[in-house]
C-alpha cells in the first residue's frame, strides 16, 4: 500500500540556466530578463501590445498582440543556434477567437531560403497538427495528439540534437523526427511572424525560452512541477490502487467490489483494470464536496475497444460521468453533468489511441451570481470551457462514486449493464475541494506520487531500497548504511529532492550513475567510509542549500566523477579527505563558487578538475596528498573568506612532499584570512597572491620549501605574525617590503627567522616602518647570516623580546637599533653566533663603543652630509687624532687620521662615525651616503 502522497513543496531546479540565450517574461515589457534585447512591432501595423494575466492569474504577466492585425514580434539575437546545431524553443501561447482553421506561425528564425529558416507553424483544430518548416521540408505531428483548442494555454517546446527533431505540447510528445538534418542560417528571431488576421482574434504569449541544448522530456515535464508546487489544501481523497481500494490519506473512505480485486499495471505502480463485470463503488454524498467547488482527476487507458454502450470511467451521483462507450463511434469519448432535473451537457471529442494513458481533469468552480464555469483538460489542454449557470450538484441521483461502471440513476445504487467497463484501465484518482488551475494541472498531471516515508529514512538492506522505488522526496535525512556489504542503489533514481542530510556509508560495490535526477539536497553529502573504487552520479544536482559535499574515508575510491550540472556551492564547503588511493576526478566540471576547500591524503597530481572555479568564499586545505606535484588552479581563483567559518578561514599547503608549484591564487584584497601556512614540500614556484594589498589576521608561516624568494608575498601588508623556516634557496626576506605591522591579534610568532640556511641579509623588511605590536623578534640558526641591519626599521618600542642566536657567521650585531633596544631593558638572548656577536656581554660592549660621546652632536661637523663621495670633519677647537666609520651593524669600514675622508666605494646608508681627538675627547655623529 503506497504512503499518504506528498506533495512538492519545493521547487525542482533543472539545469537549464548554464545554456540560457534568452528568455523574455512580457512581465509588462518587451525586455529579456537580462536586458540585452527587446522586442518591437513590425512597422505598419495599427494597435498596441498590451499586457494581461498569465496562465498563473498573475496581472500584466503576459502580452497580447492587436486584435484583428497581422502583428509579429521580432529581435535580433547574435548567438542564436545556427546550421545543424542543438537548440530548444519554449514558448507558452494563448489563442482567443481563432477559427478553426487558422494558423498560427508560433515562431521563427533564419532565413527565408531553401534550409536556412526554422520556425513551428500550428493549425486549427480542423487539422490538428503542429510542423516545423525548415525552408525545404515540413516535419508534421501526431494530428491525434496535437489538436488545440482556443481559450487555454499551451506550452510548445521544439527541441532539435543528434539530428532528431522533437515537439511537446504541454509536455506531451507529439512528434518524434530522426535524420533531421538542419541548415538553420540567420539570428532574426520573431513571434507570429506573417500570420494571417482574423476578426476578434488575439495572441497572447508568455515566457520565451531559448537554449542551445536540447532539453529532454524529463527536464520539460520538470518545469511544470516546479512552477506551481501542488500542496494537499482541500484534497478530500487520493487513491493509488497499490493493493488497495482505500483512499491513502482517508481510511473511511473505501472503494468495494464484488468481484476480484481488478490490479493491474498503472500509470504509476498499480492501477485497476476494469472488465466489465468488475466496476467499483463507494458511498459519498454531494454534501462532501465543497459547493459546486471542486476537481476530479484521474488516469485512464484503453487497452482495447469498448464492448458495451456507455462504458463509464468514473461516475458521481449519476450527475457526472466519463465515458468511452460504442454508442458514438467516431467520437465516442464523452463528459457530460447534469445541472437540474433534465438539463444535462454532454461534450463529446475525438476517439482516443489505445494503450496510451490519458489524464483527464474536470473543474467546477462558482462564480458571480451563484453561477458554475465547468472546464474539462486531457492532458492538461483545455478542450472544454462553459458558464452553465446555477446548477450541477443540486440533481443528484445516487449518493455513490462508482469506477468501471454507473449506476442505474435510481437511488438503489445498482450498477447499470451497459455502463460497465470492458479494457479499460484507471489510476491516480484525485478529488478536490477546490477548483484547480490549468497551471495546476499541469503539475499534477506530471507529478508522480511519492510512496516516501516522512521525517529522516535509513535504509541498510536491499529490501529497504527497493521499497523506496517511486520515492521522489526524502523530508528528512537519508542515510545508506551498507554495513560492508553490496547494494544495488538504482531504485533511488526517481529521487529528486533530500531535504536533510545524504549519506552514504558501509557500500562495497561500485556506484558510477547514482541519483541521477536529485536536484537538491538541504544540508549536505556525505560519502563516508565506503570500499567501493569507482563513484559517480549526482548529474543534475544544482542545489545545496547548507553543509557540506565530502568524501572521506573511502580506503579502496580510486575515481569520483559526476556533479556535472553543480555550479555554485556559495554556502558549502567541498572536501576530499582520507581517501588514500583517490587519484581521478572527474567530477564538478562546472563548479564556479566554492565556500571552502579541502584535499587530503589523496593521490592526486593536480588540481585540474577544478577547471570552472572562479571563487572560494571559505578555507582552502592542501595536505598531505603524496602525488600532487602541482597546485595550479585552471583559473585565477579568488580566495575572500568572507563565508568562512571562524577559525577555519585559512590557506594551508601542507605536507605534499613532491608539490613543486602553487600558482592562480588571488587574495583580492582580502583581510579575513585568519592563517597562511605553506609548509613541507619541494616547492620552488608560487605566483604572486594577487595584485591588491591583502592583510592575515594569524600567523603566515613559510617552512621546509624550496622557493628562491618571498614575492609571493610581495601584497601583504599585515599579520598576526610571520615565521620563515627552513627555506634553504632563500638568501634575503625580498617580497616583505610592503609589510608594515605584526599585530599578533591572533599569533605569539612575531618576526621569527630561523634555519634558512642560505640567508646572509635580513634585506628585503620594510625600510621605513616594520610596527610590531608587543611581539617577539627571533632571529635564529641562520647559518649564513652576516647582515641584521635591516632590523632597524623596526620601532623597539613595539618589541617585547630579542634572540639572535646560532647564525654561525653573525660577527657584527651590535648597533644603534640593537642598543637603543638594550637600553630598554627588555629580555635579550644573544649566543652561539660569531665572536663579536656571541653574548649579550659582546653586544653590550659594543653598545659602550658607540654611545660614549664627550661631545654634543652640534660640535661635530660633517659636511656635505648627506654625501656622494668626499665628506669634511671639524670639530672647534679640537685636533683629529682617528676617525672609525662604522655600519649599522656594528662592523668597521674604515680607520683613518684624515679630515677629509673619501667614501666614494661606500653602499647607500647610513654609517655612525666615531672620532677622537688629541685631547682624549671621543665623539659619534651619523653620516648619510647617496
Known sequence: MKKIVLFLFWLVQVSWAQTLIAKFEFNGNLDSSNGANTLITNSGYSGTVSYTNDRFGQANSACVLPTNVTANLSTVLTNLPQGNSNRTVSVWVKNINYPNNARINVFEYGNSNANQQFSLIHEGVSFNRLFVNNGVSSYTSDNNKAAIYPGGWYHYVVTHGNNTLKIYVNGLLVLSQSNVTLGTFGNTFSLN???????????????????????????IQNKYTAETPLNSNQLVAYFGFNNSLTAQNNSSLEFNTSNATPYTTGFNGQGLDFQLSTPASMPFQPSQLNNNNFTISFWNKRSGNPTFTFETMFEAFGAIYFRDGTANASTRTNFGFNFGGSNWQNVEINRWINNEWVHYAATFEPTAGNATIVKWYRNGILIYEQNI???????????????GGGLTGNGSGTFLASKNASNMQLDELYIYNRALTQAQIMALRYQVPSSCPTGNVTLTTQAEVDALASCTTI???????????????APLNNITSVTGTLFITGVSNNQTNIFPNLTTVGNGIAIQSNTFQQFGGFNSLTTLTAGTILFQLNSQLTTISGFTSLNSLTSSFLGFAQNNNLETINAFSNLQTVNGLLIRNTKLTNLGFLSSLQTNNGQLSVESNSLLTNATFPNIVNHNFSNGITGSRYIRFINNTLLTTIGNINFNGSSTCEALTINGSLINSISSFGTSSFSVNGEVFIANNSVTNLNFLNQLTSCGGIRISQCAQITSLTGLANLTTINGQASNAGLTIFNNINLTTLNGLNTTNLALMNQQVVINGNTALTNISA???????????????SNGQLAACASI???????????LTVLANATGCESVTAVNSACTALSTSDFDLNEISLYPNPTNSVFNLEIPNEVVKQVEIYDLSGKKLLKSNQHQIDVSSFATGIYMVQIQTESGKIGVSKLVKK
Open 475 to 489: 523530508s528528512g535525512n537519508l542515510t545508506v548504511n551498507g554495513g560492508g556489504n553490496a547494494l544495488n542503489l
Open 817 to 827: 637599533w640593537l642598543c637603543d633596544y638594550v637600553a630598554t631593558g627588555k629580555p
Open 791 to 805: 632590523l632597524s626599521s623596526i620601532p623597539v618600542s613595539g618589541v617585547s623580546t630579542l634572540t639572535i642566536s
Open 389 to 403: 449557470g446555477s446548477g450541477v450538484l443540486n440533481q443528484s441521483f445516487e449518493n455513490f462514486i462508482t469506477l
Open 193 to 219: 511572424f506573417g500570420a494571417t488576421p482574423f476578426a476578434n482574434s488575439q495572441l497572447h504569449y508568455d515566457d520565451l525560452e531559448i537554449y542551445d541544448v536540447a532539453l529532454t522530456e524529463t527536464q
